[in-house]
């Protein structure tokens, strides 16, 4: 009898944690994504259907990430992983995925989606590009989610694999789309107006991080202190780009948070330009916490840098 009884109460408190554990988990859909940014925009559609991880951090060079196993741990309960493309994860993706032992990641997997897809990718190389030179933006350029406009796209894309892999969710994701695109649609237009009159400003930038931000806001960099992408300047770079500066009147240097400051800050001393550190990614600095405040905080930044420059009546 009392073994009967205790029998039941084991059977009961598994029912009861099938109900409460296991249920809940499996109306999540697990996603990871390589960048906070794609994190960000998949809660704003996925909201509570979905339990959403970013490998890396806002402070966190995404070109060069150590591919740790408890990545790979993530990945192997993942449903889905959303990375940039355009090779920018290519040091450390691809080990992930072999490691995380998950076939629906695999390439042409349901659980696989690069965000670039339908991307307009600039700076795609006419020539042929050898990675082993250093170059790591060989497919072009991978950061375009630093334009907002692209977000709305990259939401689009991160819309219809929810709904593929959730498909009784689709009305709910939809909604949540339209709200993300709306609010965001609105905030371009606003911000667009606020750096309107600041078009053809010149600077110069460490890294290529920052070409679809001034695609889109209408500035320009004049030179950049990496050589290539991703390869450190050589003393004789160095002396061409703080020549170039001094030149060309240029007050601004941008470089991204989660790049080192160091020789750009080097440069800015020897020039006489500004260092201006701007976020790259949602959580590159404080409160930055969705993809909208992302921007809001650039152009706070940009506007203040480009107001003062006015004031000087320099002429970008
Ligand atoms: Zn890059």
Known sequence: MKFAKLAGIWIGLLAFTTIFFINPAQAELKVVTTIPDLAAITQEIGGNKVKVQSI?????DPHFLEAKPSYMVQLNQADLL??????????????????????AL???GKGNLDASRAIQVLEVPTGEVDRSMGDIHPEG?????????????????ILDRLKLLSPKDSAYFEANFKNFRDK??????????????????QVVSYHKLFEYLMNWLGFSAAGYIEEKPGIPPTAKHLAFITEL????????????????????QLVADKSGAKLVIL?????????IDIYPKLFERIISKLEVEF????SFNVRP
């Open 82 to 103: 959303i990375y940039v493309g355009l090779q920018l994860e290519i040091g450390w993706l691809p080990l992930l995925i072999q490691g995380a032992r998950n076939p």
């Open 56 to 60: 890396a951090k806002g402070y966190q």
């Open 106 to 108: 695999n390439l042409g």
């Open 141 to 157: 350029n991978p950061h375009y989610l630093l334009d907002p406009r692209n977000g709305i796209i990259v939401g689009q894309e």
């Open 245 to 264: 500066i001094k030149e060309k009147k240029i007050k601004i240097i941008l470089n991204g948070n989660y790049t080192d400051p160091k020789i750009a």
């Open 307 to 310: 107001r003062q420059l006015q």
């Open 279 to 287: 976020p790259a990614a949602v959580g590159g600095e404080e409160d």
């Open 184 to 201: 965001l649609t609105a905030q371009i237009a606003d911000w667009e107006k606020r750096m309107a009159p600041f078009k053809g400003t």
